[in-house]
């Protein structure tokens, strides 16, 4: 995958450290080895104090603690390593819902910045919280934390797409009468990305079911058709120069390539994937 160079330090030198298809599943945290267990590492810090939003002691502890979750080996991929760090987390601070904002907040924007969109994705989920469990008023104010990271979550509305295609053809996305719109985000310099458009070349009805739309990071013009038409896949082709700065990569909210968003015909986001597999799996499900 290939994610956004970014110029931002996050918060402290040890954050330099703090590395981020569908909801990766929650795994138990207590039953693995040589983790950080949260309520000795935090054994010196009262959950049940809101002063502790304003300790730089308290924000700098939550970065160790996330930073040891940073290439474990005990789990398949980084993003699982600190969702199952985070689940344990989160369930200690819901005992106070001012805290629970406040590190939910810290972690959104930590994670954003850092490129990990499941971990992001698994976030704005609101993890160890049921909706029984808080008031209407905590909840609107979870939602406002959340409000800048969800404007492409699945069920909602897309962004429109409207501009002139790789052929010189106008496009809009609202005016598409199929069935699924996929919407890919890919760079050409990235194999992963090939090796996801060449399953969806093969596996999808591109003809009837499915219309692709995809927006791509090259070094050129040049090298996006190049890429092209070496792949040989029908659809909706855009490229912007503006790259990750790009209107649609903007309005889509990618940090990350490959990134697809699967779109129904009355144009809700149904799904948000990274790779062929989790795109295959949603599809089953649809069905």
């Known amino acids: 995958m290939e994610g956004r160079a970014k110029s931002k330090i996050f918060v402290f030198s040890v954050l ?3 590395a981020m298809c569908c909801l990766l599943p929650k795994l138990s945290f207590s039953q693995e080895k040589n ?6 590492f935090f054994q010196d810090y009262d959950f049940n104090d809101t002063s502790l939003m304003h300790a730089e002691a ?3 502890k939550l970065a160790e603690y996330v930073y040891q979750f940073y290439e474990n080996e005990d789990f398949g991929n980084q993003e699982t390593a600190y969702i199952v760090g985070l689940s344990p987390l989160f369930e200690k601070a819901k005992c106070n819902m001012r805290l629970y904002e406040f590190i939910l907040d810290f972690m959104l924007n930590g994670f954003e910045n850092l490129e990990l969109a499941s971990v992001t994705d698994y976030l704005l989920n609101f993890p160890a919280l049921n909706e029984n469990e808080i008031s209407a008023e905590q909840g609107e104010r979870l939602e406002r934390i959340a409000e800048p990271y969800q404007k492409v979550k699945v069920g909602a509305l897309t962004p429109d797409i409207e501009g002139i295609n790789s052929e010189g053809e106008p496009y809009h996305l609202y005016d598409s009468q199929t069935k699924y719109t996929l919407v890919v985000f890919w760079a050409t310099g990235c194999e992963h990305c090939h090796d996801f458009l060449k399953h969806v070349r093969k596996k999808l009805d591109l003809k009837k079911e499915y219309d692709l739309v995809t927006f791509a990071i090259a070094e050129d013009e040049a090298d996006w058709r190049d890429n092209l038409k070496e792949m040989h896949i029908t659809g909706q082709h855009f490229f912007d120069e503006q790259r990750w700065g790009g209107k649609a990569f903007e309005d889509y909210h990618v940090t990350q390539a490959p990134t ?3 779109i129904d015909e009355n ?3 149904v799904a948000k994937v990274y790779d062929w597999k989790e795109l295959k799996n949603e599809i089953k499900n649809l069905k």
Do not use: E, G, N
């Open 260 to 262: 697809a968003f699967l």
């Open 267 to 269: 144009k809700i986001i």
């Open 16 to 18: 330099a450290l703090f």
């Open 35 to 40: 983790l950080p267990q949260v309520d000795v």
């Open 58 to 60: 308290f924000t700098r």
